[in-house]
């Protein structure tokens, strides 16, 4: 597989006049994109992912690095060329971006207008694209009428209307009920699909990483600091910020002190033994269950489930190494201050 | 008033309502290129360019300044070098239209400055150019700020070619000054002042009509 996208070294500073308030939105990202992967980039508010996702088609110009889409280095190209460029890369916004004075079969058509054209043709295009999304009874609304899930619609049947290779997705479910969240995902992956598109999706929830991701990168203050399969991520996230994203995402329990606390993760299916149970009869000690959930990641079903063990270390430690001989699942020790 | 006054004054209004839309019209002509590119140079702007925004702002700024009967007086030689006198409607066009090309300008870069900053990032992003971003989706998402503007505009021109009157600028200003300020015929004073506040609620009611009807976004 190929790579589409590849980032080197960027690092953006956004310098205030004065030169006290400046804010390092990036330091040193890199990464690459296979094509026609989805990848994620998930971070905490503040932590550069807009930035980074305009870094892509150069809305932000770096101030370091390298940035080569589709094999051509956009930090080198006439601004002519870029704009060629970016004609092949669609996006979509958390505030849709939509045009409020025109109708939604004419913001379907925008991109091709840039493009040049024909105006019955890109109408007619513009129909199919509409049937796509699902929305082509609408074609002659006004975007002032239609819901926050069907602006996003029309905002996803524009960006396939310029035929791009890449559609980079910025919270584009952020301003959605969970309901027309999944609704919207399902309908980029199905894009993803049908017509090859490499997709990058930034967002601050893991639901939406798990739901629709390949591969997924953590942003922090402006550094990149783990990247992984999502499935690898969720089993073992390695960084204080990976932890706190998927603690988050599943866990509303607040780890108090007290025994050591153990986080399991286990493939739903694979799980035909009792764990827990035979671990309190092989120790004739109890454990306290703080938390246990199933989410899906890419439609497979994974669990994970928080532990209390018993207050008595040498118990804790060898009932941490009971679980650590288990196949089936995955077993780490949480920190009380994750 | 006798029927040779009533001809008059209607000859008055033709002369008003010529003025004010000739004027408003080469006001746009020079106004509106202004106040995109105003928009477009300001440091937050599509293309900022610092020197160009500071020398256009200085302009604006100064042709504001100006009050407009001065200003009437001032470009008396540039006037006559332009229509061959300095009295009559032709003439008086050309100080409203000098007047009316700065504060259309500011009209319009506010009015841009209106429209939704993703909207020109969606625009960017899609590849557009900077005239492509000016016409397809600046001039269109600001259309209804940009007429209710026009409104404003067409109202303060209709003021300023009043005031014309008192150099001879022709149209119902200069009646309500020779008639009813020379030779105190109060009666004619009073139906001019009378016949511009019906003209400036036609232009109002008129302009807010058509931006109703042309705006799209309230529309639920």
Known sequence: ???????????????????????????????????????GIIGLSGAGKSTLVRCINLLEKPDNGKVIVDNKSLLELKESDLRMVRKEIG????????????????????????????????????????????LSEKAKAYPAMLSGGQKQRVAIARALASA?????????????????????????????????????????????????????????????????????????????????????????VKIMDGG????????????????????ILEFKTAVNILESNISSIQGKSRGQMLIELPNDEKTADKMIAYLKKMKSITVEEVKNNE | MNSAEWIMIAKGIGQTLSMVLVSTVFGYVFGLPLGVTLFVSDKDGIKPNAKL????????????????????????????????????????IVPLTIAAIPFIGRMVETSLKEVDK????????????????????????????????ATICLGTIL??????????????????????????????????????????????????TVSKKLDKRKQL
Do not use: W
């Not at chain 2, 969606?122 to 259309?143: F, Q």
């Open chain 2, 118 to 149: 993703g909207v020109i990032e969606m625009a960017m992003s899609m590849g557009a150019s900077t005239m492509e971003i000016i016409v397809k989706v600046l001039l269109v998402e600001a259309r209804v700020s940009l007429l209710n503007g």
């Open chain 1, 164 to 252: 791009p290779k890449i559609l980079l997705c910025d919270e584009a479910t952020s301003a959605l009920d969970p309901e027309t969240t999944k609704s919207i995902l399902s309908l980029i992956k199905e894009i993803n699909e049908k017509y090859q598109i490499t997709v990058v999706v930034i967002t601050h929830e893991m639901a939406v990483i798990q739901e629709i991701c390949n591969r997924c990168a953590v942003l922090e203050n402006g550094r990149l600091v783990e990247e992984d399969t999502v499935e690898e991520l969720f089993r073992h996230p390695k960084t204080a910020a990976a932890k706190r994203l998927i603690y988050n995402a599943t866990s509303q």
């Open chain 1, 91 to 134: 996006m979509i916004f958390q505030g849709f971006n939509l045009l409020m004075q025109k109708t939604v079969l004419d913001n379907v058509c925008f991109p091709m207008e840039l493009n040049g054209v024909a105006k019955s043709v890109a109408r007619k295009k513009a129909l199919e694209y509409l049937e796509v999304v699902g």
């Open chain 2, 159 to 208: 003021g300023y070619s009043a005031m014309a009157g008192t150099v001879g600028g022709g149209g119902l200003g200069d009646i309500a000054i020779r008639y009813g300020y020379y030779r105190y015929e109060t009666d004619i004073m009073i139906v001019t002042v009378v016949i511009i506040i019906v003209l400036m609620q036609l232009f109002q009611l008129a302009g807010n």
């Open chain 2, 53 to 92: 925004y500071a020398v256009l702002d200085f302009i604006v700024n100064i042709g504001r300044s100006i009050p407009f009967i001065i200003l009437l007086v001032l470009i008396i030689p540039f006037t006559r070098l332009l229509v061959g006198k300095a009295y009559g409607t032709a003439a008086t």
């Open chain 1, 260 to 279: 050591k606390i153990v986080r399991i993760a286990f493939e739903e299916s694979e799980t035909s033994e009792p764990v827990i149970a035979n671990l």
């Open chain 1, 1 to 39: 597989m190929s790579n589409i996208i590849e980032l080197k070294n960027i690092s953006k500073t956004f310098v205030s006049k004065n030169g006290e308030g400046n804010v390092e939105a990036l330091n040193d990202v890199s990464f690459s994109v296979g094509t026609g992967e989805i990848y």
